[in-house]
C-alpha cells in the first residue's frame, strides 16, 4: 500500500462522533479565527486583484466572496477567500506545519459546502481530517523542508485542502488516494516570495488546488498511486534523499489529534508569527518600565536562526515588507505601545517615529549552543535605556501558541470581532460569532455564509 492509499483510509474513517471532544473544541477555535481573519482581509489589494484577475469574463456561481455580496464558482471562491484568508498574515499556526495550517484548508471546505447539503457536524470532521492530513505530511519532511525554503503552508497546505475536500465528498479511498497524488503536483510555494502579495496568494492556489484535485478525482481523473513516495515523487523532489522520514507520516494518526496536540496556535498579532515573542518581550518591558523611544538607546533581539532568516528585515520598504521586520514590530511596540492591523496599513512603515528608532535595534539569531532544537518559538529582548540601565526578558512561547498556552477566550473574542467589523456591521459581526461558536448545530454551512454578506447589501438584493 502506497502511502496516499494509506493516507485515504485514515481521512475516509474521520466522523464527527469519534472525534474527542478537544478536537472540536480546537477545530471550532480555528475556524471562528480563520473567519475572522478572511473577513479582514477581503479588502486587501492582493485578495482584490485576485477577485477580479480570476473571474474576468465569469457569470457568477453558488459560492461566496467573503465580506461582499457577490457569488463565483467553488474553484474562484477558495482561490480568492484563500488569498484574503492571509492577507494580513493574522491566521492561526501550526508548529508541526511549520506554517498557517487552517488558511488552505477552510477556503476550499467552505466553497465545496456552499455546493451541497452540509452540515456543522460534517464541516468539523472534514476540516480535522484535512488538518491532519497536512501536519502527517508534514512530520515526515520537517524542519528540512521548511528549512530548504519551500513554503509549507502551501506546499502541505494544498494536501490538506485535498484531504479535507474529499472526506467532504464522501470520496472512496482509492478516489481520495488520486486526489492528494494530484495535491503532489499542485504542491507549490517559494519563500523567497514572503513579504510580498504572492506569499497570500501561495495559500489561495493551494486552496484552490486542493479543492480541484478532490474534484477531478470524484470524476475519475487518474493520478500515480506511489506520487509521495516514488524516485521523482513529492519526498525525493521536494526534500531529497535521506532528507524526510516517510514512515511518522503515517505513525500515530489521530493519537492524539495534531489540532490538540501540539495543536493550533493563534495569533495575537497581525504579523509573522516569528516576530511574536520578540513583540511579547517588548510589550512586557514597554509596559512595566513606561518606555518611550526617547528613553531608548538601544534594543537587541534573539530568536531562533530560522526564524530570523525571513525576519532580519531592518529597513522595510512596504507594509507587507513591516509584517516580516522584527525590527519595525519591536520599534512599533515602543512607539504604539501596541501592534494592531493599522499598524501594517497605508504609509505605517514610514512612521517618523519608528524610523527613528530602526537603527538602535540590532537583531541576532540566539546562539547555537542556547537552542534547543525542539523549541524555536522563543526570543530574548535587551533594551538599554539613556540613563545606563539595561533591561531583560525572555519569552519561550508567545501568547496563544498552542493550547498549552492559550489566547484567553475573551482575546479570541477581540481578536475576532476586529477583524469581522473590517467587513461587517457590529451586530452582524457579533450575529456570526454566535453561529461560529454553535457550529456543531448547524444544519447547513450556506447560513453561515449568508450571515457574512454585509446586511445592506443582502436588503439590496
Known sequence: ???????????????????????????????????????????????????????????????????????????????????????????????????????????????????????????????????????RIARGVNFHHYTKGWHPTATLGVFGAAAACSHMLGLAPTRTARALALAATFSSGLKTNFGTMTKPLHVGHAARNGLL?????????????????????FLHVFNGAGNFNADAILADWGTPWDIVSPGVAIKQYPCCGSTHPAIDAMLMLVREHDLT???????????????????????????????????????????????????FEGDGYRDPAVRS????????????????????????VTVTLTDGRVLTRSVPRPLGRGPTIPLPAELLEIKFLNCAQRALPAAAARGLLGMLRGLEGLNRIRSLTDAMVPPERMAAE
Open 213 to 233: 484535485a478532490a474534484l477531478l478525482a470524484a470524476e475519475g481523473f487518474t493520478s500515480s498511486a506511489d506520487a509521495l513516495e516514488h524516485k521523482q515523487g
Open 357 to 380: 528608532l530602526l537603527p538602535r535595534i540590532i537583531s541576532e539569531a540566539q546562539p547555537a549552543k542556547v537552542v534547543d532544537d525542539g523549541e524555536h518559538f522563543g526570543a530574548d
Open 1 to 135: 500500500m502506497t502511502i496516499a492509499e494509506a493516507l485515504a483510509d485514515r481521512i475516509g474513517s474521520v466522523t464527527f462522533d469519534r472525534l474527542p471532544d478537544e478536537a472540536v473544541h480546537w477545530a471550532k477555535v480555528a475556524i471562528l479565527d480563520t473567519a475572522g481573519c478572511t473577513l479582514a482581509g477581503a479588502h486587501e489589494d492582493c485578495a482584490r486583484i485576485i477577485g477580479q484577475a480570476a473571474t474576468m469574463g465569469s457569470s457568477g456561481g453558488d459560492c461566496l466572496v467573503f465580506g461582499s455580496d457577490r457569488r463565483v464558482s467553488p474553484l474562484d471562491a477558495a482561490l480568492i477567500n484563500g488569498t484574503a484568508a492571509h492577507a494580513l498574515d493574522y491566521d492561526d499556526c501550526s508548529d508541526t506545519l511549520g506554517g498557517h495550517p487552517s488558511a488552505p484548508v477552510l477556503p476550499a471546505l467552505f466553497a465545496l459546502a456552499e455546493t451541497r447539503a452540509v452540515s456543522g457536524r460534517d464541516f468539523l470532521a472534514s476540516y480535522v481530517a484535512g488538518w491532519e492530513t497536512e501536519t
Open 293 to 343: 523611544p526617547a528613553k531608548v538607546a538601544r534594543i537587541e533581539s534573539w530568536t531562533h536562526a530560522r526564524r530570523l532568516a525571513h525576519t532580519n528585515r531592518p529597513d522595510p520598504q512596504s507594509e507587507l515588507d513591516a509584517k516580516f521586520s522584527v525590527q519595525y514590530c519591536l520599534a512599533r511596540a515602543v512607539v504604539s505601545g501596541r501592534v494592531s492591523i493599522e499598524h
